[in-house]
């Protein structure tokens, strides 16, 4: 992401600072249940690009399929997207982000998306640790088929229909920093200010960053018996501490107390403040971060914010070896060898 | 246990035989794993390095090592390249077939065998030279491994002397092979002499069959389908590939990266052009090549049968979504698994209407090496302009075995890279509606991530000329209605077939892929033992040009040949051909797991057309056992 030159802004109109407005970052009109979360993350997901003045030209916006697939229409309308098909949008983006690794590449998938039908390729993905931002709108059932189970549906939660969930749920995050993800998180999609803290950070990094996004499903699953109802997430959401995000063309607030914060560099130079809440908590300590994630799982609680960074680790990108153009714009005078080539290798098989 | 499709032969008596030259072939029945591939390959290249046509077919276990193996290789001084079913020469050096493999020599043949193995009460009919192996080797090395890896050169030598093939041109082999493996040379030639010296001083030459040197293979290559389609990948500017091993399609990748990590990088920082990821499986193969392909980058995968029903799912997305992608198929012998390392033409049908919904997908059908190469670089320009997947249906035959060929042609013509919208494009058709039919043939024009020019929004789901979502029956009519001009269009663009018109209203021929070699011989036997004259069709592609209408208008009855037990190209024609076309054709079939062979042909065309005294054909069901 560049910094481009500061523009003036128009007397009374809100803009950001590569000049552009709000608007510019939406998408088309939602289609999804009134009160559904995923919503309320496309809003975040607006929020972030704008503040960030990221380049909506300069963003792939990719998705699989389910209710979750489908919000990539509704953010970026200025950004090419690819709605492309069940489970598989790991393996899209990969083709995709190491064929122009110019772009800024943004993913959203949901919990049967990545979790049943795609858990194969999400797994190469972390494994990869293919720089893209890759959101799962979690809300433990199908919503498009109309509230079935999905994989990271909670032992023992109950369908309306009565049907009891008796397998135990795949924990996302778990399976991502264990896999090789280099920046995991979790939030809330009813928790705005965290969850646009932790996207923006998301974009800075540098490397697979999952996002877990707890998503009540307003129609299916937002029922007493569920574990991921609007209000048994707000009841069990245990933030692990306030996450604040400093972009790197920005100042450094002096309003933390240094002994109560832990602060990280991202790749462009960012910064991700923690403040302390109940713990101290250091979100580059892996071990640290699994056992979190199991301890607040026994207690049936969702730990909440950037669970795990791996700041400096190197990208499939990096591992690649390209050229700085994207492979996707190098034309034939780049991509043909020349007659002398083919000589030799003629000669070889004489 | 046997490799042949040939029937077993009674013991009869045997004619005094005159000399046959450059006209035979030879098997070579090893066990894999035992390092018989350097023997045979000097063998293949020091006939084809006297000037003789020459062809090299191995016949492989799916597995590493332990099981039986035959290499055959064919000299023929008129340049027959296909397979032929009858061994002249056995080396019968494998204790677990060397039975089967000697009574299924017809009368006359002559068999090398390794001494213990006793084959000489097995017929009477036979020419047999027993060379004990291990004697000869131990006068060599004492090092067990290494007797074990240079052993096979003995028959080379044993071969050379009494098939007369030039030990020079047998030692300039071995180097071409071997490289610069100083001691590995020194051994091997030490047992290639061993083997001629034994022959010279043991045996008196009692077959027919010589190697006299011709002037037919000047300035020619030995090449194999699968490094000529790697070539060709390069050349046509592939910057993405993504892959996922399968037998027998891995060489292809793996050439490619031996000739991108060459020839592909920049010369000042030494970063790559290209990018290559081994994927978790051939789903994600495909699924990335689509990625990359939205984005403009030349993207291809290689695979297999299998790989293709994986990938059926993403070649719908592709064919819908209007995205470029290259994907070879290196055909074997199915269903299922079957024969990971016999041949077929199988995959036809459902690759040509892969995944689900009306769906259809342009094939190249490449017969040679050389069409491995041309139609590399086709596939890329056809891939962008007509925006959809390509795929090239080559086979084991052609990508694994070794084929002689003249050296390719650098490429005159530069990339085509289809409807790509620039400013001026823009300017003059207005409003840029990804998915609308702006020129009447079906293609729409496309954008990419990062040219600076109006975004869309790709997707497997119903959508409209905007590329925005739509569930309206309108658009969704005149969607597909469009992708099948788009079709129609892929008919005026792809490669013509090649078509031979000897007489008005007499037999055609129409064949595809590596069946080409087996109608070429089997036209020549036809016309040379009978009489009977043919005209020839051979399709390069699908979907199908005007010419074939023509051809078969112009035919009787037309003999359609092809490697599958269905007749999987039968039935496309059937789709798309009159009714009054389709009561001429007949049907002409192979799915032994083995290349087709001319004699096969002959002899089922004939049967057909009712000639008496023909032996019955049915080719296809010979018996293999490899496993």
New interface residues.
């Given amino acids: 992401m560049s910094t481009p030159a500061q523009p003036t802004p128009a007397p009374g109109k809100k803009i950001n600072r590569i000049g552009l407005e709000p608007t510019a970052y939406r998408g088309s009109k939602t289609t999804l249940c009134a009160g559904c979360g995923h919503n309320a993350i496309t809003e975040r997901i607006i929020d972030a690009f704008y503040e960030l003045g990221v380049d909506p030209t300069q963003v792939l916006k990719l998705s699989g399929i389910g209710c979750s697939s489908k919000s990539p229409a509704y953010f970026l309308s200025q950004s090419h997207g690819f709605n492309s098909v069940h489970g598989r949008m790991p393996s899209v983006a990969t083709g995709a982000v190491v064929a122009n690794r110019k772009m800024i590449a943004i993913g959203v998938s949901g919990d049967g998306d990545t979790g049943a039908i795609g858990i194969g390729q999400f797994v190469h993905l972390m494994r990869r640790n293919l720089p893209m931002v890759y959101i799962i709108e979690d809300n433990g059932c199908y919503g498009l088929t109309k509230g079935q189970f999905s994989p990271t549906a909670d032992l023992g939660s109950k369908l309306k229909t009565g049907v009891i969930n008796d397998l135990p749920p795949i924990d996302t995050c778990l399976l991502a920093i264990e896999l090789g993800a280099s920046f995991v998180a979790r939030s809330f999609s009813g928790d705005p200010k965290q969850l646009k803290a932790i996207l923006k950070a998301a974009l800075s990094h540098r490397g697979t960053a999952m996002i877990d996004v707890l998503s009540p499903c307003v129609t299916f699953n937002d029922h007493d018996g569920s574990t991921k109802s609007y209000s048994y997430a707000k009841d069990h959401e245990e933030p692990l501490a306030d996450v604040s995000f400093v972009p790197f063309f920005e100042e450094i607030s002096v309003d933390y107390d240094p002994g109560t914060t832990t602060t990280v560099t991202l790749h462009d130079g960012s910064k991700l403040v923690l403040s302390k809440m109940t713990e101290d908590y250091n979100p580059t300590d892996k071990l640290r971060a699994l056992r979190l994630l199991h301890e607040t799982s026994m207690r049936n609680e969702f730990a909440t914010g950037i669970l795990y960074v791996e700041p400096d680790k190197p990208d499939f990108i990096d591992l690649l070896g390209l050229v700085d153009e994207p492979l996707a714009h190098l034309d034939e005078s780049r991509t043909r060898p020349g007659k002398a080539a083919l000589d030799e290798i003629m000669e070889s098989f004489r | 246990m046997s490799v042949t499709d040939a029937a077993v032969h009674e013991a009869a008596t045997r004619e005094p035989a005159a000399r046959i030259v450059n006209d035979f072939a030879i098997q070579v029945a090893t066990v894999n794993g035992s390092g018989s591939q350097t023997a045979n390959l000097v063998l293949l290249r020091s006939i084809f390095q006297m000037g003789v046509p020459v062809s090299g077919k191995n016949m492989f276990p799916s597995n590493i090592a332990g099981l039986p193996t035959w290499y055959t290789i064919r000299a023929s001084a008129r340049g027959y390249i296909g397979r032929k079913k009858e061994v002249d020469f056995l080396v019968a050096l494998n204790p677990e077939t060397a039975r089967e493999d000697v009574l299924t020599l017809a009368p006359g043949a002559a068999v090398v065998y390794d001494e213990p193995l006793k084959l000489r009460d097995l017929r009477g009919d036979l020419v047999f030279y027993p060379v004990p192996f291990d004697k000869i080797i131990g006068t060599i090395t004492h090092d067990a491994k290494l007797r074990r890896l240079v052993r096979n050169m003995i028959y080379d030598g044993v071969l050379s002397r009494l098939l007369a093939i030039d030990m020079g041109q047998m030692e300039k082999a071995l180097r071409k092979q071997l490289g610069r493996k100083q001691k590995a040379l020194e051994m091997n030639m030490a047992a290639l002499k061993a083997g001629y010296d034994y022959a010279q001083a043991t045996f008196t030459k009692q077959d027919p069959f010589v190697i006299e040197p011709m002037n037919k293979t000047t300035?020619?290559?030995?090449?194999e389908g699968n490094?000529a389609a790697a070539?060709g990948c390069?050349?046509?500017?592939?910057?993405?590939v993504?892959w996922y091993p399968i037998t027998p399609s891995s060489s292809l990748p793996e050439a490619l990266i031996d000739?991108l990590k060459k020839?592909?990088r920049?010369p000042d920082?030494?970063?790559?052009?290209?990018?290559v990821?081994q994927?978790?499986?051939e789903?994600?193969?495909?699924?990335?090549?689509?990625?990359?392909?939205?984005?403009?980058?030349?993207?291809m995968t290689s695979t297999a049968g299998p790989g293709v029903s994986l990938m059926a799912?993403?070649a719908g997305?592709g064919y819908y979504?209007e995205v470029p992608a290259v994907i070879f198929d290196i055909q074997r012998a199915g269903p299922s698994t079957g024969l990971p390392t016999r041949t077929g033409q199988q995959d036809i049908l459902s690759t040509a209407v892969l995944s689900h919904g009306d769906t259809n997908h342009p094939l190249l059908l490449p017969a040679s090496v050389a069409e491995c190469y041309t139609m590399a670089m086709e596939a890329f320009d056809l891939a962008e302009q007509l925006q959809q997947p390509i795929f090239v249906m080559s086979d084991l035959d052609l990508g694994m075995n070794t084929w002689m060929a003249e050296?390719?042609e650098?490429?005159t013509r530069?990339?085509n890279r289809g409807k790509r919208l620039d400013k001026a494009a823009l300017a003059r058709i207005g409003q840029f509606g990804r998915y609308k039919d702006v020129d009447g043939d079906g293609i729409p024009y496309r954008?990419?991530?990062?040219?600076?020019l109006p975004?869309?929004?790709?997707?497997?789901?119903g959508h409209n000329e905007q590329a925005?979502?739509s569930e309206r029956a309108d658009d969704y009519m005149r969607n597909l209605d469009r992708l099948s001009r788009k079709f129609q269009t892929a008919k005026t663009i792809m490669p013509r077939p090649e078509v031979e018109l000897v007489e008005e209203g007499g037999i055609g021929i129409i064949a595809y892929g590596t069946s080409h070699w087996a109608v070429v011989e089997a036209r020549d036997q036809m016309k040379g033992e009978y009489g009977v004259t043919t005209s020839y069709l051979r399709l390069r592609a699908y979907p199908f040009s005007k010419e074939l209408d023509d051809f078969i208008d112009r035919c009787d009855r037309v003999y359609v040949v092809e490697q599958n037990r269905d007749a999987q190209m039968m039935s496309l024609l059937r789709i798309d051909l009159t009714p009054a076309r389709v009561i001429k054709l007949r049907s002409i079939r192979h799915y032994a797991g083995l290349p087709i062979d001319g004699r096969s042909v002959t002899t089922d065309l004939l049967t057909q057309e009712g000639k008496e005294g023909l032996e019955t054909p049915g080719s296809g069901l010979g018996t293999v056992g490899a496993d």
């Fill in positions: 300035g020619m290559i030995l090449i490094a070539i390069m050349m046509a500017g592939v910057t993405f993504a000739y020839y592909r920049d920082t030494g970063k790559t052009t290209y990018a990821v994927a978790e499986d789903l994600a193969a495909l699924g990335m090549v689509i990625g990359a392909g939205w984005t403009g980058a030349r993207a799912e993403f997305l979504a050296p390719f650098y490429p530069p990339f954008t990419v991530p990062g040219d600076g975004p869309y929004f790709a997707r497997g789901s925005l979502y």
